[in-house]
């Protein structure tokens, strides 16, 4: 997936600045950046949930926009942060929503079978029965990931997927997105808001400040005191733990 | 477990149909004279339309209302309370007002629904379409605005019947406060085709309901074309509000009472089930309560007296007990 000079206006207020980068296949991106740098913007606009003033989204060699909405449901996933369903829905029911693009209201048995897959590997199947909307919050952010297991797509979009859980869930959340990745093969990009998880869990990190991209590359690339410095205005110790950076900001 | 729950949504339908089954036969038996045949077939000649008018009702008003709750995620609200049947009521009084009611659109009262029907669809979809993309679907706005742009559509309605010619308003009159008492029979046959028709031209989106109540991002994410699917629903709710309206004159919380009553008995997700359970509680209320009116008060009180009153009552819970309105 190639981006290409993406800009985007709110109100004439410039939000997305001649933004250009390439995601790599299978692997973790990271969206990192202070609130406002565009993040979610760029989310938005490359999982086509919203329009571009300017620019290109190339995805698999064609313009995002050219592909029928049905055809690249097949292929990409979004998940944003809210996700409130009035309606009473179990998980089993959420879950079986990811196989809509294939099969439409109508679940063949291999569907079923996907949705059996994807409830395990989420370890949902004690609750694949219960509302969501009486789930904790840990709990249906999972329900969540399943379905888009289900959806099997292979690129998955997240936003912010550890914002409102706790630091077990959170951390549990990451160790599923490094699974995404290493285990079924996809590619994922997510924006986070904790630096660590970021450096941690990813392999390549995409610093935004301001509407453009302040730096993109590796982990290491990224993570060291003069850019994190630069990026958030804030001072930044690098220290290492196993081999990846840790930062603290005070 | 998910096959126990199945079996009790079924068995709620089996229970359903049949008590408006009971309804319907209880309407056209009552009180009959079974001797007299002319009586007999006079009776049947009087009961037989309102009871196919209150049908068309239902249907068009639980459907209506289920698909307009869900387009706007949102429970608490109907097309009704958003001032859509006044805007209606508007609309064929302004027809009236500017074409004269001697005029070839007046006095047919098929061309005239006809008319109405495309004005309605157009102004309808324009202004409310609008009205959610400038809020960003934020549904205490939307109310609020809805219940401005009620009184605004009537204000206005009211001002023209008021410089109206004495004899024209007469006519209009009779067309304009329809009840179930006074219910507008001349469009029954152009009402079902025009129902049959949306129901096919719009069975794509129908399909696709149950995918965009996750919200728009989530429809978007499963291949949902968001934008034209949402204006093409809203533009059937549109109509069949305007069908509804136009055969029995405005009762606003109808819509509430029978769409949250089937979303709390079904506890489901599918809309199929949801429409056809709005619609067999629309059967029930709609005539259940006629025959309260027509023989137990005697028509000396309208049974949007009762719609009004119960619905009224049945807002204030679902808005108290509803905690993420």
Redesign the interface.
Known sequence: MIIEKLSKHYDGKKVLNSVSFEIPKKSVISMIGPNGAGKSTVLNII???MAQDEGVVNFEGKNIKKY???????RL????Q?????????V??LVS??R??YS??RLTEEDKKMVDKAISYMELNDFE?RFIDELSGGQRQRAYIAMVIA?NTEYVMLDEPTNNLDIYHATNMMKIVRKLCDELGKTVILVLHEINYAAFYSDYICAMKNGQIAKFGTVKEVINKETLSEIYNVDFEILEIQGKPLSIYY | MQSIAKRNNTNKFIVLTFMAIIAVITYMLIDLNFENSRLLSFAMKIRFPKLIVMIIVSISIGGASIIFQSVINNRIVTPCLLGMNSLYSLIHTAVVFFAGSASIIATNSNLSFAFDLILMAVVATTIYSYLFKKTKHNVLYVLLIGTVLTSLFTSIQTTLTRIMDPNEYDTLLSSLVASFNNINTEIIIFSIILLVLLAYALRKELALLDVITLGKAQAINLGVDYDVCIRKLLLGVTLCIAIATAMVGPISFLGLIIANLSRQLFKTYRHTHLILGSTLFGIIVLIGGQIIVEHVYTYSMPISVFITVGGGIYFLYLLLTNRRV
Request: aromatic content about 6%; overall charge positive; glycine content about 6%.
């Open positions: 999982s086509r949930l029928k909405s049905n055809e690249l449901s097949k996933a979004i998940l944003t809210t996700n409130n369903v009035q309606m009473k829905l179990t089993r029911e929503f990811g809509f693009p439409g209201n029965d959806q």
